[in-house]
């Protein structure tokens, strides 16, 4: 009910506000389950791609956004239920193992599960590396996966800006992905590997980003590296106050 509550909230507003357009809507079923696996440019993700598909969408998010204290917290926690988000733990381990369980049995109601493979926003931009959990979900529960690649969300809504720029939306769906050649190979990681990048190859014709076989988390901490770095060499290399003679 939550879901239903605030999606007819929001429509009207960012429809107006955004104009986003989709093509390739035809290829989303009307009815059972299905892996919408898209590219992750902004937090806005969630909540444009939602917005343009009449069914109801679950994603998989992390935890944190469930256990913030205070009001603040609890509003964060409504929100993402509302908009139709499930707490996972992305700590790995055990904790992938449970992520994958959840999915599946999401997938095993009927419903559309959304999955971003990157498992994490681009840094810049470009379309990194995907996880094999999309893959190893598509074969255990037996459903397609359908490519969806979200379009200038990180131009309206860059990391770290809570107030979105005005700007136009736009959202390119695929056609379904069959994987059933695969049926009982999920334990092949191989297979996997081979499926997801095959996934990864549609987001990256749809979407028209630049390809980087490097996962986005790796890419993540080069780039903060590197940004301390500099911060460190104009910090020694600054003018130091000249000695007072004694």
Not at 3 to 21: D, N
Not at 138 to 150: K, N, Q, S, T
Not at 200 to 207: A, G, N
Request: proline share 6%.
């Amino acid at each position: 009910m939550g879901y239903w509550i605030v999606k007819a909230i929001l429509t009207p507003i960012l429809r107006t506000l955004f104009r986003p357009w989709i093509e390739g809507g035809e290829h989303i079923p009307a009815e059972g389950a299905a892996i919408l696996a898209s590219n992750h440019l902004s937090f806005s993700d969630s909540i444009f791609l939602p917005l343009v598909v009449p069914r109801r969408i679950t994603f998989l998010a992390k935890a944190d956004y469930f256990t913030g204290k205070g009001v603040k917290g609890k509003l964060t926690k409504g929100f993402f239920s509302g908009v139709g988000q499930v707490p996972i733990d992305r700590s790995g381990g055990a904790a992938s193992e449970a992520a994958l369980r959840t999915g599946k049995r999401i997938l095993t109601d009927g419903n559309l599960l959304g999955l971003y493979p990157e498992g994490t926003r681009s840094p810049d931009g470009r379309l990194y590396r995907g996880k094999t959990g999309v893959a190893r979900m598509a074969l255990e529960a037996g459903v397609p996966v359908i490519p969806v690649a979200m379009i200038n969300t990180d131009v309206v809504q860059p990391t770290g800006k809570k107030i979105p720029n005005l700007g136009r939306v736009g959202i390119r769906v695929g056609k379904p992905l069959d994987f059933s050649r695969y049926k009982g190979m999920e334990g092949d990681r191989f297979v996997l590997r081979s499926i997801t990048d095959e996934i990864m190859y549609e987001l990256m014709l749809l979407s028209g980003q630049e390809y980087v076989d490097q996962y986005a988390t790796v890419a993540k901490a080069d780039i903060e590296d590197a940004r301390k770095a500099a911060t460190e060499a104009m910090v020694s290399d600054a003018p130091r106050p000249a000695r007072r003679a004694s």
